[in-house]
């Protein structure tokens, strides 16, 4: 059974960081992509990043490209994701996913992934 979950979520004051982990099971990690999705209250699911399984390429939402860095560790069937000069708009629950296929190309919309973990919640304060 194939479980993903998330780690290092909490508050904090805007301007400041916090890693997000997610921490695979179940599936071989390195043959898929894998991402992270936000939802605010109120507001629809919505892509954040996205890793290649080779670890070579990234993708970002805008809003977050420069603040938010997106790894992986094949060795350690985890993915991170670094949040940097973070933004009261950036509260929501955190999702890290992987993605629907083995070896496929980047996607940035939800209905690419098959396995979601339970979420962590980030709140940053003004």
């Known amino acids: 059974q194939v479980q993903l979950a998330e780690s290092g979520g909490g508050l904090e004051q805007a301007g400041g960081s916090l890693r997000l982990s997610c921490a695979a099971s179940?599936?071989?990690?390195?043959?898929?992509?894998m991402g992270w999705f936000r939802q605010a209250p109120g507001k629809e699911r919505e892509f954040v990043a996205a890793?290649?399984?080779?670890?070579?390429?990234?993708r970002y939402l805008d809003s977050t490209r420069g603040r938010f860095t997106i790894s992986r560790d094949n060795a350690k069937n985890t993915v991170y994701l670094q949040m940097n000069s973070l933004k009261p708009e950036d509260t929501a629950v955190y999702y890290c996913?992987?993605?629907?296929?083995?070896?496929?190309?980047?996607?940035?919309?939800?209905?690419?992934?098959?396995?979601w973990g339970q979420g962590t919640q980030v709140t940053v304060s003004s």
């Open positions: 890793i290649h399984w080779s670890g070579g390429s990234t």
């Open positions: 179940g599936l071989t990690f390195s043959n898929y992509n």
């Open positions: 996913a992987a993605a629907r296929q083995r070896w496929g190309e980047l996607v940035v919309v939800s209905n690419g992934y098959a396995t």
